[in-house]
């Protein structure tokens, strides 16, 4: 057993030495070279006056936009339906029982005065309107002195009264035809219906 164990030792080391006697020297490795550089004679620059590169053409001009005249614009060459259909004059609403324009109500008014100073040839009625509470004829009395209070504050924009007929309705023509509060607050109101054209 002792051969066999030495036959195994002599054999890895003459193993290690053959292994170790053919590696040989490592050759060195090159290393890159740059390529060498070329040294040119440049001659000087002389400076020149300063050159801008030339404009470039003018765009050419752009058409002048054709503007189409708004919709309500026309609406003064249309008929009597298609106008009011339009609503280009707003209704005014009141409180229960007053003939009194609110603040908002004020706004539209001024509004509608406008429209009217636009087309000077509308002539217009002014409705009076009330909720369904009431007696009739303290509707119809109601709803005049709201078509009446509206003329007199467009007179004071500077409507001609000639221009403004007034009707009262009373609650004959409601615009909601509901029986609760909304509903009522929407049929207290001022129409504007536009009824001819000078």
């Not at 060195?28 to 440049?42: C, F, N, R």
């Not at 060459?77 to 280009?88: C, E, G, R």
């Not at 504050?153 to 221009?163: E, F, K």
């Not at 109101?189 to 536009?194: E, G, I, K, L, Y």
Request: charge should be neutral; aromatic fraction near 6%.
């Amino acid at each position: 057993m002792m051969l066999r164990l030495s036959k195994i030792t002599v054999l890895t080391l003459s193993l290690a030495v053959a292994v170790a006697a053919c590696g040989g020297k490592k050759k060195p490795v090159a290393l890159p070279t740059a390529p060498p550089q070329v040294v040119q004679d440049v001659p000087p620059v002389t400076p020149q006056p300063e050159q801008r590169p030339p404009a470039p053409p003018a765009p050419p001009p752009m058409p002048e936009p054709v503007m189409q005249p708004l919709p309500s614009d026309d609406i003064a060459t249309k008929d009597l339906d298609t106008i009011n259909k339009a609503q280009v004059l707003k209704p005014i609403f009141f409180q229960y029982d007053s003939d009194q324009i609110d603040a908002a109500g004020q706004q539209v008014l001024v509004e509608n005065a406008a429209a009217l100073k636009k087309y000077t040839t509308w002539i217009i009625t002014i409705e009076g309107h009330c909720d369904e509470r009431g007696t009739p004829e303290y509707n119809l009395a109601l709803g005049e002195r709201r078509a009446l209070s509206t003329k007199n504050a467009l007179a004071a924009l500077g409507i001609s009264a000639d221009r403004v007929k007034t009707v009262s309705y009373g609650k004959e023509f409601p615009f909601d035809p509901g029986h609760d509060e909304a509903a009522f607050s929407l049929n207290r109101r001022a129409h504007f219906v536009v009824t001819a054209k000078q």
